[in-house]
């Protein structure tokens, strides 16, 4: 039950009250105990001023439209060449460190498979496993990747209990997190 009194709703820590009569918009509408404006008042009020924000940021978009258009081409400009014209020509430049890098990596990944499991083991195991994402639970029947839940690049093995089916879209943004960090991360 609304108290009747601003001063009853105070007293039993209410924080609506309802004189029974209209406020100056004519609304017959429970008030706030806090400033006694009236809640339907109130609302609308909130409604009148999103939509005044609503068309204030329409407007400030379609007059920097094109400001902010050419900011961002020259940002994407600049990444792209900072993610691929400068490796690209530091590799040009540096070919013995760019191919020693290379046949390192290639013999960790190549020793980490050695010690795993064989081609003929890993296509059975994905024929028999359910093309069901492990991370979110999305069916992957004719898309999926082979994922290692504890990454090769941390130390994981490559082996059948450390294999899961996941969907493109989780694993690619798993790449190479530890599980623990990644499941966080899916439940934030």
Known sequence: MIPATRGEARAVGSKHYSPGTECANGHVAPRFTSCGYCTTCSK???????????????????????????????RHKRQRENGTVKPREWARLNPEKRQAISRQYKAKRRSQEEAGIAGPMLGQWMRVQPKVCFYCEAGCESDYHVDHFMPLAKGGAHVLTNLRIACP????????????????ELVA
């Open 44 to 74: 609308e009020r909130a409604e009148r001023k999103a939509e005044e924000l609503k068309i204030y940021y329409a407007a400030r978009y379609a007059a920097g439209a094109a400001k902010f258009s050419e900011q961002s081409k020259a």
């Open 169 to 184: 879209t989780c694993n690619l943004r798993k790449s190479a997190k530890l599980p623990d960090a990644w499941i966080e």
